[in-house]
């Protein structure tokens, strides 16, 4: 079945009004993940929602705007014909950027592991002097918060899998993984428990360094060998 451009917008969430406040002309559009990639006679843009509130949109576009600055290899926010950096509408908080091409990270590749390990490095660089505390939102968690967190999220998960009469392939090698993981969980733990780890914490924050927060392959673009 080939879905309409209104039925795409409609499957996503999204009202015809918002791309309206773009002035877009499209020629195609669909849904790739979590995001809209709508083709149009200039290229290629993605229209993306914004899972929270207006405060948290504009920390993320003032936030990529610093970032960008030191560091051009991440989305920027494009304005609309009212010159806003997004749109909100009663069907959410959207906001507009170009299409970054390339092909998502492969972790099977250790150059591409050393690749994506600079590129988070350059992104806390470039997101020195960032103070986010002027947005009202809470600051992010450190390692001591989340990991038992994570330890009772693998947990649950296990016992999800072992309830399957038969496990599907991604279930049998989760828990063949599963005490490997939770050993070097127990280990990051050991490390941030540290004094060592406390200063590199504090220092960050008095830097004004960002985390980056979902830091995994399918955010991670390859275009070529960069």
């Known amino acids: 079945m080939v879905m309409s451009f209104l039925d795409v917008l409609h499957a996503y969430g999204c009202d015809p009004e918002v791309l309206r406040e773009y002035d877009l002309e499209c020629e195609s559009i669909r849904r790739v993940r979590g995001a809209l990639r709508i083709k149009t006679p200039s290229g290629y843009r993605m229209l993306k929602r914004i899972n929270g509130s207006a405060a948290l949109a504009e920390f993320l576009f003032q936030a990529l705007e610093h970032i960008y600055d030191q560091f051009p290899h991440v989305p920027r926010f494009i304005?609309?014909?009212y010159a806003d950096p997004y749109v909100i509408h009663e069907t959410g908080i959207f906001y507009l950027?170009?299409?970054l091409p390339g092909r998502?990270?492969?972790?099977?590749k250790m150059t591409t592991i050393q690749q994506s390990v600079q590129a988070l490095a350059n992104f806390h660089l470039a997101s020195a002097g960032?103070?986010?505390?002027?947005?009202?939102l809470p600051p992010a968690d450190d390692f001591m918060a989340r990991g038992p967190v994570s330890l009772t999220k693998l947990g649950s998960y296990m016992a999800i899998s072992q309830q399957k009469v038969e496990p599907n392939a991604f279930e049998e090698l989760f828990e063949y993984a599963q005490p490997y993981l939770?050993?070097?969980l127990e280990h990051a733990g050991t490390l941030a428990n540290t004094e060592?780890?406390?200063?590199?914490l504090l220092g960050a924050r008095d830097a004004h360094l960002l985390c980056h927060g979902s830091?995994?392959?399918q955010n991670i673009l390859l275009e070529g060998d960069r």
Do not use: T, V
């Open 79 to 81: 304005r609309n014909k």
């Open 97 to 99: 950027a170009d299409w």
């Open 104 to 108: 998502e990270a492969d972790f099977s």
């Open 130 to 136: 960032f103070d986010g505390s002027a947005f009202g």
């Open 182 to 184: 939770i050993q070097m």
């Open 196 to 200: 060592y780890y406390r200063r590199i």
């Open 215 to 217: 830091f995994h392959r």
